[in-house]
């Protein structure tokens, strides 16, 4: 229950194009969902981040769209650019007793946006 | 640039030896969490420190342990290495433990065991 499930495993665009990425959860207890990117040899860097209480947030070219009855989230890549292509990993947390803002990361879409 | 550092960046240990890896905080961070990732995984939760106490703990045995100092700065020590610990060991600050204070991680440090 504490899973979040991501998929593609590894995706590949054209530059330009729409990239999109998928996750599902299982706990209703989460309440913050972040989505990270993460270039080789270097930490995730945080890309954007939505709450339940919204259906989609837009920041650029980046957008996330979140189905609360489904439990699904997925990001949007518009006019992917070959600089995007990196692993993307979403994440969950929730509030709890212990460790309140510990992430549950999925496991990782490899994106290369072809030139 | 998160302002959160790590050292060593690499480092290379044999089974059965201890390691201690460094993380410097973000100004102003006073909670620091450690995540353990493998090579083509997502990062997993270590464990995570709140001024200067540990504050929740992810599934990983008592080898694996750390501390928080007075600066927020923290280490995380691995003692009886095994060859599955070779992993990337990823540092994370944020302002406050609440559920959705952003995380910023550091760039990690790479631990090989051999």
């Known amino acids: 229950q504490q899973q979040v499930k991501q998929s593609p495993q590894s995706l590949i665009v054209q530059k330009g194009g729409i990239s999109i990425i998928n996750c599902a959860y299982e706990n209703t207890a989460f309440d913050y969902f972040p989505w990270y990117q993460q270039f080789p040899g270097k930490g995730p860097a945080l890309l954007i981040a939505?709450?339940?209480?919204?259906s989609e947030k837009k920041e650029g070219r980046f957008t996330i769209s979140f189905n609360k009855s489904a439990k699904q989230f997925s990001l949007h890549i518009m006019d992917s650019q070959p600089g995007d292509s990196a692993t993307y990993f979403c994440?969950?947390?929730?509030?709890?007793?212990?460790?309140?803002?510990?992430?549950?990361f999925g496991t990782g879409t490899l994106l290369a946006v072809q030139p | 640039e998160t302002g959160v550092t790590q050292s060593p960046t690499h480092l290379i240990k044999t089974r059965g030896q201890q390691v201690t890896l460094r993380c410097s905080s973000q100004s102003g961070h006073n909670t620091v969490s450690w995540y353990q990732q493998a090579l083509g995984q997502g990062p997993q939760f270590i464990f995570q420190y709140y001024r200067e106490e540990e504050n929740g703990r992810g599934n990983f045995p008592p080898r694996f342990s750390g501390l928080q100092f007075p600066n927020y700065s923290s280490e995380l020590n691995v003692n009886a290495l095994e060859l599955d610990d070779s992993a990337l060991y990823l540092c994370?600050?944020?302002?406050?433990?609440?559920?959705?204070?952003?995380?910023?991680f550091g760039e990690g440090s790479w631990l090989t065991v051999v």
């Open positions: 994440a969950a947390s929730m509030e709890s007793g212990g460790a309140t803002n510990k992430l549950i």
């Open positions: 994370a600050s944020s302002q406050g433990r609440d559920s959705g204070n952003t995380i910023y």
């Open positions: 939505i709450r339940p209480d919204v």
